[in-house]
């Protein structure tokens, strides 16, 4: 199982004394003991020796670019990443050194066809997809927001993004089971197994409430059964709530990396959800929420948290270098203000690892934000791209 490190757990511990979401702010919140928060020079240095966009260069003034890029944030909450993990941050050479995905050899799972010689993840892995599956409907917020985050995930990642079938999930005597279909021979093209079977997954039930959660580690335990053989990872996006122990107030999700599966629950990132700041099955629903505003912020919010966990799998750490879609979250309401793009030095690592033009995935983010009313994120990519092409008139 991964760590907090390199898989991102928004996590309420103590269910009956921690908050949920921390609604107050402090003059001064220190740091975390230890952590110390990068130079100007130390942040550009990360970016590395070579980046792909020559105007980023570590040695460069704010006016060849980096004015685009905010600096990392002070905390404002002791419950804010920063003030409780000392991080020490992954530069850009370092990515080289660490990402399983760039070796010279094979990964230990990984059944795929591999290229020696191949230089990015998909020459070295032609074969590779990252799969992502429901679990459980999700036709009951927007019958459309699955193939949304599909979308999004494939041209923020530039690699082919898979939908697999949903995994039905059947509510009984307040327990969940996951339901197995009769399984197919890739090979024969017909079933290995007459029967459809029920398993019971580890839940928690409140009788009054008729709230559930899913316990993380039964649903991982399954993914790793039916992750596709030509899988870079699977991750499965769900609508139930999700706990890693007894202990959690909820978790956002978890990934289990060196078995390249993850597990991930959108159901806090509801904005006309208002959730108890000590029980977990207390939730009331705000009317005041608009239906536009929901799909849109749901769809802001959870294609946020799929790039961000995905990255993760793909070998890139958290950033504390720049205002990041990289940056960690030590609850929901800094993830939330947190921004949807990769700073130069995450940027770096993922074209690297990918291979694409800068240009042709900034300007297919464009009209992704553009379709979903996603306003200032298009903006932010129209300045980035003008910039980047010479465009921009200088004050």
Same mark, same amino acid.
């Given at each position: 199982?991964?760590?907090?490190?390199?898989?991102?757990?928004?996590?309420?511990?103590?269910?009956?004394?921690?908050?949920?979401?921390?609604?107050?702010?402090?003059?001064?919140?220190?740091?975390?003991?230890?952590?110390?928060?990068?130079?100007?020079?130390?942040?550009?240095?990360?970016?590395?020796?070579?980046?792909?966009?020559?105007?980023?260069?570590?040695?460069?003034?704010?006016?060849?670019?980096?004015?685009?890029?905010?600096?990392?944030?002070?905390?404002?909450?002791?419950?804010?990443?920063?003030?409780?993990?000392?991080?020490?941050?992954?530069?850009?050479?370092?990515?080289?050194?660490?990402?399983?995905? =760039?070796?010279?050899?094979?990964?230990?799972?990984?059944?795929?066809?591999?290229?020696?010689?191949?230089?990015?993840?998909?020459?070295?892995?032609?074969?590779?997809?990252?799969?992502?599956?429901?679990?459980?409907?999700?036709?009951?917020?927007?019958?459309?927001?699955?193939?949304?985050?599909?979308?999004?995930?494939?041209?923020?990642?530039?690699?082919?993004?898979?939908? =697999?079938?949903?995994?039905?999930?059947?509510?009984?005597?307040?327990?969940?089971?996951?339901?197995?279909?009769?399984?197919?021979?890739?090979?024969?093209?017909?079933?290995?197994?007459?029967?459809?079977?029920?398993?019971?997954?580890?839940?928690?039930?409140?009788?009054?409430?008729?709230?559930?959660?899913?316990?993380?580690?039964?649903?991982?335990?399954?993914?790793?059964?039916?992750?596709?053989?030509?899988?870079?990872?699977?991750?499965? =996006?769900?609508?139930?709530?999700?706990?890693?122990?007894?202990?959690?107030?909820?978790?956002?999700?978890?990934?289990?990396?060196?078995?390249?599966?993850?597990?991930?629950?959108?159901?806090?990132?509801?904005?006309?959800?208002?959730?108890?700041?000590?029980?977990?099955?207390?939730?009331?629903?705000?009317?005041?929420?608009?239906?536009?505003?929901?799909?849109?912020?749901?769809?802001?919010?959870?294609?946020?948290?799929?790039?961000?966990?995905?990255?993760?799998?793909?070998?890139?750490?958290?950033?504390?270098?720049?205002?990041?879609?990289?940056?960690?979250?030590?609850?929901?309401?800094?993830?939330?203000?947190?921004?949807?793009?990769?700073?130069?030095?995450?940027?770096?690592?993922?074209?690297?690892?990918?291979?694409?033009?800068?240009?042709?995935?900034?300007?297919?983010?464009?009209?992704?934000?553009?379709?979903?009313?996603?306003?200032?994120?298009?903006?932010?990519?129209?300045?980035?791209?003008?910039?980047?092409?010479?465009?921009?008139?200088?004050?």
């Amino acid at each position: 199982m991964t760590d907090t490190k390199s898989a991102k757990l928004l996590k309420a511990n103590k269910r009956k004394k921690q908050k949920f979401i921390r609604q107050k702010e402090s003059n001064f919140v220190p740091f975390a003991t230890g952590f110390k928060p990068p130079t100007r020079c130390q942040s550009r240095l990360a970016i590395g020796c070579e980046p792909m966009i020559k105007d980023f260069d570590p040695g460069a003034e704010c006016s060849h670019g980096f004015k685009y890029f905010k600096t990392i944030s002070h905390p404002t909450d002791i419950d804010d990443w920063l003030a409780q993990y000392n991080e020490e941050g992954q530069t850009y050479k370092q990515f080289l050194n660490e990402c399983p995905w =760039l070796s010279s050899r094979k990964r230990k799972y990984m059944s795929q066809t591999f290229v020696f010689s191949g230089k990015t993840l998909p020459q070295k892995y032609p074969d590779g997809k990252v799969y992502i599956v429901p679990l459980g409907e999700f036709q009951r917020e927007d019958p459309k927001l699955f193939n949304h985050l599909i979308e999004y995930t494939s041209i923020f990642l530039c690699l082919p993004v898979v939908p =697999l079938p949903v995994i039905q999930l059947h509510e009984e005597n307040g327990d969940i089971f996951w339901i197995e279909q009769p399984a197919v021979s890739e090979a024969l093209q017909r079933r290995t197994s007459e029967r459809t079977r029920k398993h019971k997954l580890t839940t928690s039930y409140d009788v009054k409430s008729k709230h559930f959660q899913v316990c993380v580690d039964s649903c991982l335990m399954k993914l790793r059964q039916t992750i596709p053989s030509d899988a870079i990872c699977l991750i499965a =996006l769900t609508m139930y709530d999700l706990y890693g122990d007894e202990t959690d107030l909820f978790v956002a999700g978890m990934a289990a990396g060196n078995q390249r599966v993850a597990v991930f629950s959108l159901y806090r990132y509801d904005p006309s959800l208002l959730f108890s700041m000590e029980n977990w099955y207390e939730i009331e629903r705000d009317k005041t929420v608009s239906r536009k505003d929901k799909i849109c912020l749901m769809l802001q919010r959870g294609s946020k948290l799929l790039v961000h966990e995905i990255c993760h799998l793909l070998g890139i750490d958290h950033c504390i270098y720049f205002d990041c879609c990289m940056n960690g979250s030590g609850h929901l309401a800094e993830d939330f203000r947190q921004s949807m793009h990769l700073c130069p030095v995450d940027l770096h690592k993922l074209h690297v690892l990918v291979g694409f033009d800068v240009v042709e995935r900034y300007k297919k983010l464009k009209e992704f934000y553009k379709t979903h009313h996603l306003i200032g994120e298009m903006e932010w990519v129209e300045r980035i791209i003008a910039f980047i092409s010479n465009k921009e008139q200088q004050p």
